[in-house]
Nanobody, 124 residues
Framework: QVQLVEFGGGLVQAGGSLRLSCAAS????????MGWFRQAPGKERELVAA????????YYADSVKGRFTISRDNAKNTVYLQMNSLNPEDTAVYYC?????????????????WGQGTQVTVSS
């Protein structure tokens, strides 16, 4: 079992940066692939970035490549999402998710545990 809590959301102006953190509890974190998803009003939940258990591989949605960076610190049971050059289209609730497997996945149904979400609002 893994419990996830996100931190770091808020209001930022376009062009600004935010860093999201996801603190995980549970002994299986180190063996879990992790992902950051987002969901804007009226839209489906989409994968923003994912990372394998060992950090050897990462995935980014085309819309965030070059602007967002996912990382993890297994010693701290924490995964991060550094978001730079934010624009209003990035406004959404951001969710941290974990799999019971070490390899990444791209769809929400492939993730087993979810945080409660944190709101990110980018003003123009």
């Amino acid at each position: 079992q893994v419990q996830l809590v996100e931190f770091g959301g808020g209001l930022v102006q376009a062009g600004g940066s935010l860093r999201l953190s996801c603190a995980a509890s549970g002994r299986t974190f180190i063996s879990s692939a992790m992902g950051w998803f987002r969901q804007a009003p009226g839209k489906e939940r989409e994968l923003v970035a994912a990372i394998t258990w060992s950090s050897t591989s990462t995935y980014y949605a085309d819309s965030v490549k070059g602007r967002f960076t996912i990382s993890r610190d297994n010693a701290k049971n924490t995964v991060y999402l550094q978001m730079n050059s934010l624009n209003p289209e990035d406004t959404a609730v951001y969710y941290c998710a974990a799999r019971r497997r070490m390899i990444m996945a791209t769809t929400p149904s492939e993730y087993d545990y979810w945080g409660q979400g944190t709101q990110v609002t980018v003003s123009s």
